[in-house]
T-cell receptor, first 111, second 113 residues
C-alpha cells in the first residue's frame, strides 16, 4: 500500500523567508502528485499538480518538484506571507480512483 | 461558481441514528468521492463513483453506503452511526482521468455521541 509522509508536521517561519515543505512516498508507480492547501474549517484547495512525467510545476510564488525514482516531492514557497499560514498536504494518485494523502505540514508565517 | 457543495456542515448524532450527507457538483465531472479526515491519519477514501450509475468501495467503507443519484449528486449514508464515525467528511470530484485536478467541498463535521 502507498504510504505518504510529510515532515515536519508543523513549521513556523518569519515573514519574508523562503521555505521548503517535504513529501515522500513509498511506491514510485504514480500517475501524478498534487499539493493542496487547507485552511482551518475549510476544504482542500489544489495548488499544483505534477504529472509523473514532469519534474516541476510553478504557480506564482510556489514551485513544486517531483523526483519519482526517489519517491520525493518538495513545495517551495518564496517570500512567505502571513496569508500563507495554512496546512499543506500532498497526495499521490496511483490510479483513476484514489489519492493517497500525507497528514500535512501546518505552516505558520509570523508577521 | 459553486463547485462542490456539501450539506449539512455540522451534525451531532446519537449512537445508532442514521443520516445522509449530501454532495452536489456543478462542473459536469464524471468521478465523485467521499473521504474522511481524522487527526494524524490524513484523508482516507470511503467510497467513490467513477461515473453515473457506478459506485465502488475505497479504503474504509464499513458502516457506510453511497448513492450516485445522477451525474451531479453523490450521497453518503450512515445507517447506524457509531462514535468511531466521528470525523470530518469531504466530498470531491474530478473529470475522471487520473491526471486531472480534484476539487473538494468544504467539509461536513459529524459528531456521534
Amino acid at each position: 500500500k502507498q504510504e505518504v509522509t510529510q515532515i515536519p508536521a508543523a513549521l513556523s517561519v518569519p515573514e519574508g523567508e523562503n521555505l521548503v515543505l517535504n513529501c515522500s512516498f513509498t511506491d514510485s508507480a504514480i500517475y501524478n502528485l498534487q499539493w493542496f492547501r487547507q485552511d482551518p474549517g475549510k476544504g482542500l484547495t489544489s495548488l499544483l499538480l505534477i504529472q509523473s512525467s514532469q519534474r516541476e510545476q510553478t504557480s506564482g510564488r510556489l514551485n513544486a518538484s517531483l523526483d519519482k525514482s526517489s519517491g520525493r516531492s518538495t513545495l517551495y514557497i518564496a517570500a512567505s506571507q502571513p496569508g500563507d499560514s495554512a496546512t499543506y498536504l500532498c497526495a499521490v494518485s496511483t490510479g483513476a480512483n484514489n489519492l493517497f494523502f500525507g497528514t500535512g505540514t501546518r505552516l505558520t508565517v509570523i508577521p | 461558481n459553486a463547485g462542490v457543495t456539501q450539506t449539512p456542515k455540522f451534525q451531532v448524532l446519537k449512537t445508532g441514528q442514521s443520516m445522509t450527507l449530501q454532495c452536489a457538483q456543478d462542473m459536469n465531472h464524471n468521478s465523485m468521492y467521499w473521504y474522511r479526515q481524522d487527526p494524524g491519519m490524513g484523508l482516507r477514501l470511503i467510497y467513490y463513483s467513477a461515473s453515473e450509475g457506478t459506485t465502488d468501495k475505497g479504503e474504509v467503507p464499513n458502516g457506510y453506503n453511497v448513492s450516485r443519484l445522477n451525474k451531479r449528486e453523490f450521497s453518503l449514508r450512515l445507517e447506524s452511526a457509531a462514535p468511531s464515525q466521528t470525523s470530518v467528511y469531504f466530498c470531491a470530484s474530478r473529470t475522471g482521468a487520473s491526471g486531472n485536478t480534484i476539487y473538494f467541498g468544504e467539509g461536513s463535521w459529524l459528531t456521534v455521541v
